[in-house]
Structures are given as structure tokens and as C-alpha cells.
């Protein structure tokens, strides 16, 4: 079995900071990579940012010099720092996990897995 759990959302004020967390756990041999994504009401999913296993990192260019991902290879976690925030960043945020997972015969396989997401509200 492989989890993937987002959390750190919640309300901030215009300008302020919220971290996100994207935790990976279970029969994991390696991260691919992880993406961001956000979704408000009555519009389309947007890529926000993204982490690969070579160390890069993409920003969508409405967060970039704003939010910043990276990863606690200890954890299995990715976060998402997010600072400046404005009302405009209001939406609910999910990750998704390409990896590489043992499978229970042996062997690996590449799978990818999303989370249940989380709510980030930015209001004055």
C-alpha cells in the first residue's frame, strides 16, 4: 500500500504564509517526482510547482519568487512554501507522486498516487 497525504492548509491573511506538506509513505523504493496542483471554484486545475529526484524544481509563473518546493528526503515529504500570499491563491491544493514502488511479488513498478488535498483560504 502507498499513502499520499497532503496538510498545512487553512486561512491567511493577504501577505502571509502557509506551508504545505505532501507526505509519502509505504512500499516506496524512490520519489520520481511531486507536483503541486490547485483547483478554485469554477475553474481548471493548475500546476503550481513541481520537484524532481535530480533536484529541480518548476514554479508556475503566478507563484515563482513566491512559493518554493522542496523536499526532507527523511520524510518522504515535499512541502510548499507559500509567502505573499494573496486572495487570488485561494483554492484547494492536492499533490500527486510519481514513484517507484516495491511491488509484494517482487520487482518494481512506476506508479502515481494523489492525495485527498487541502483548503488554502487567503482573505482579509
Known amino acids: 500500500q502507498v499513502h499520499v497525504m497532503e496538510s498545512g492548509g487553512g486561512s491567511a491573511q493577504p501577505g502571509g504564509s502557509l506551508r504545505l506538506s505532501c507526505a509519502v509513505s509505504g512500499r516506496i523504493f524512490s520519489i520520481n517526482n511531486i507536483q503541486w496542483y490547485r483547483q478554485a471554484p469554477g475553474k481548471q486545475r493548475e500546476l503550481v510547482a513541481s520537484w524532481h529526484s535530480g533536484g529541480g524544481t518548476n514554479y508556475a509563473p503566478f507563484v515563482k519568487g513566491r512559493f518554493t518546493i522542496s523536499r526532507d528526503s527523511a520524510k518522504n515529504t515535499v512541502y510548499l512554501e507559500m509567502n505573499g500570499l494573496e486572495p487570488e491563491d485561494t483554492a484547494a491544493y492536492h499533490c500527486?507522486?510519481?514513484?517507484?514502488?516495491?511491488?509484494?511479488?517482487?520487482?518494481?513498478?512506476?506508479?502515481?498516487?494523489g492525495g485527498q488535498g487541502t483548503q488554502v483560504t487567503v482573505s482579509s
Open positions: 500527486v507522486a510519481d514513484l517507484l514502488v516495491n511491488q509484494s511479488m517482487g520487482g518494481r513498478t512506476r506508479r502515481t498516487y
